[in-house]
């Protein structure tokens, strides 16, 4: 795949970043995917089809904030999954609120609503963190990852991780009981 993509590129500098891109993510974005899609063929084509959207605008690609081109791969190949099985990938939330509601008897209506409060000042609040938390937390609590994946994907310490996503989740706290006031 590698090869195909790269014939379509001119630019020799070009080449190199879509290559050191593939090698870097490459593995964790068909892990992702697979996660998503628990299905090989579903996954590669998900990994495929983000690759071939990353070569055709290679030149807009950012690669000096690795965190960010980490986003933006993860992001690609969400989109990839929905579009392939859009069936396996009506959303991403940190709370399933489907599920809570299922279990909770029906006219519990006001319970529901501060749920979903809950879950907007959640998602609000994340992109208010800074961005080593926000992609710490976007990589654990949406996609599901390990301490050890992410600290792979993000090329940290394990320690670090940790540390980023308890930090991250205290903010949150925070900001939750500040916005309850």
């Known amino acids: 795949m590698l090869a195909l993509l790269l014939s379509a590129i001119d630019d020799p500098n070009d080449k ?6 593939y090698k ?11 996660k998503r899609l628990g299905d090989v063929h579903y996954a590669e084509d998900a990994v495929s089809n983000a690759f071939m959207r990353i070569a055709l605008s290679i030149k807009r690609v950012e690669t000096d904030n690795e965190d ?8 690609l190949v ?17 709370i399933d609120i489907e599920e809570i509601r299922s279990l ?17 000042k959640a998602l609000f609040g994340i992109s208010r963190l800074p961005e080593e938390y926000t992609v710490a937390l976007r990589l654990y609590l949406v996609f599901g990852f390990s301490y050890g994946e992410i600290a792979e994907i993000t090329d940290s310490k394990l320690g670090t991780v940790k ?4 930090r991250g989740i205290e903010k949150m706290r925070s900001f939750l009981k500040e916005t309850k006031k």
Do not use: G, W
């Not at 980490?70 to 992001?75: E, K």
């Not at 909770?104 to 907007?120: L, M, N």
């Open 78 to 94: 969400k989109n990839e999954c929905i579009r392939i099985f859009p069936e396996k990938n009506r959303s991403d939330k940190l």
């Open 104 to 120: 909770r008897s029906q006219d519990d209506i006001s319970s529901e609503i501060e749920e979903k409060e809950v879950y907007e």
């Open 68 to 75: 960010r081109l980490t986003a933006f791969v993860c992001t």
């Open 163 to 166: 540390s980023r996503i308890k």
């Open 24 to 34: 870097k993510y490459y593995q964790m974005m068909f892990k992702m995917a697979m």
């Open 16 to 21: 190199l970043k879509l290559e050191n891109i």
